[in-house]
Each structure stands twice: as structure tokens, then as C-alpha cells.
């Protein structure tokens, strides 16, 4: 079992910055495929907000420019760093891990960290 554990997240004020972390740890040896943030505002359905993959990087064109990606491979560790933060931003952002493990592929998610924007 692979646990992943989030920390970042908080009140900031429009236009402020915030930092996001997430290590995933634990379990039996595995290979990491992705690792990424996705978002789920109140009354909306979970979205991707950035992920990075063995082959790349995505990025939400809602964020582009304003959010940077980055993973540790060495670590299992991704960081969200969040710029120019707008009210739209605000909702729990989940960390989500992607892994193979004896040929069979898992995906986890983080407990979600809150992100609030106030305008």
C-alpha cells in the first residue's frame, strides 16, 4: 500500500502565491508512471490541474502560466507552486500517484488540501 501525503494549501489573498507538496511512500518496490495535482471546486466535478508523466508534462490551460509543476523522481515527491492565485482557484486539491506494481497498474489520492482565494 502506497500513502500519499500532502502539505501546503491555506488562505491567500488574489494574486498571492501558495507552494503544494506531496511524497508518496510505503509499500513493496514499484514503478512511479505519474504523479500530479487535479482540483475540485464546490459544486464541481475533480479536474486536472497539472500532472507529470514518464513522457511529460500536462498542464491545465486555466493555470498555464501562472502554476509550475515539478517531481522528484529520486524522492516520489511533486510540488504544485501556485502564482498570480485568482478566487477561481480556491478548491481542495488533491495529489493523485500513479504506479505499476508487479505489472498491475494503481493510482492513489491524497487526503486533499484546502486552497482559498480571497478576493
Known amino acids: 500500500q502506497v500513502q500519499v501525503v500532502e502539505s501546503g494549501g491555506g488562505l491567500v489573498q488574489a494574486g498571492g502565491s501558495l507552494r503544494l507538496s506531496c511524497a508518496a511512500s510505503g509499500g513493496s518496490i514499484f514503478s512511479m508512471n505519474a504523479m500530479g495535482w487535479y482540483r475540485q471546486a464546490p459544486g464541481k466535478q475533480r479536474e486536472l490541474v497539472a500532472i507529470?508523466?514518464?513522457?511529460?508534462?500536462t498542464v491545465a490551460d486555466s493555470v498555464k502560466g501562472r502554476f509550475t509543476i515539478s517531481r522528484d523522481n529520486a524522492k516520489n515527491t511533486v510540488n504544485l507552486q501556485m502564482n498570480s492565485l485568482e478566487p477561481e482557484d480556491t478548491a481542495v486539491y488533491y495529489c493523485n500517484v500513479r504506479i505499476t506494481q508487479w505489472g498491475r497498474s494503481y493510482e492513489y489520492w491524497g487526503q486533499g488540501t484546502q486552497v482559498t482565494v480571497s478576493s
Open positions: 507529470v508523466t514518464n513522457y511529460g508534462s
